[in-house]
């Protein structure tokens, strides 16, 4: 599928719980974050998307907590499309420092319409997750 995407970002002091370390919930916040920028980057307007009534909607996520991130530290968040069919497209996505893996994560989007229905991924990211 897709060549991995980098998401560089930072752990603030409001990212941890009171031992300085990141607060478990805060991994889903940076790998959003890596997410839209990984859309982004294959050229996809989600603004425009959603005011054509077309947005993304997680339907499961499986996630692994392997090392502790702390205050202070750079991160790097990689996400990869590991598979996209009809409605869906499937990521994979990593949280970094250095060579430390921290983090993963498989993540299921579903493409939705203003009806709240399923709807066909649009054509441009289906093509570009594709090639």
């Not at 980057?41 to 603004?47: E, F, I, P, R, S």
């Not at 579903?110 to 441009?124: E, H, I, K, T, W």
Request: charged content about 25%.
């Amino acid at each position: 599928m897709s060549a991995p995407h980098v998401f560089e970002t930072e752990v603030f002091y409001e990212d941890t719980d009171m031992g300085g370390i990141v607060y478990h919930a805060n991994y889903l916040k940076f790998i959003e974050r890596a997410r839209s920028a990984f859309v982004r980057g294959l050229g996809v307007d989600q603004l425009a998307l959603r005011d054509a009534g077309t947005v993304f909607v997680v339907r499961r996520v499986a996630a692994e907590f392997l090392r502790p991130a702390r205050f202070e530290e750079r991160l790097e968040v990689r996400t990869a499309a590991v598979s996209a069919t009809g409605v869906r497209m499937v990521l994979s996505q990593e949280v970094r420092r250095g060579a430390d893996l921290l983090f993963r994560a498989e993540v299921e989007l579903v493409c939705m319409g203003a009806s709240g229905r399923p709807q066909r991924l649009p054509a441009g990211l289906a093509a570009a997750l594709a090639g």
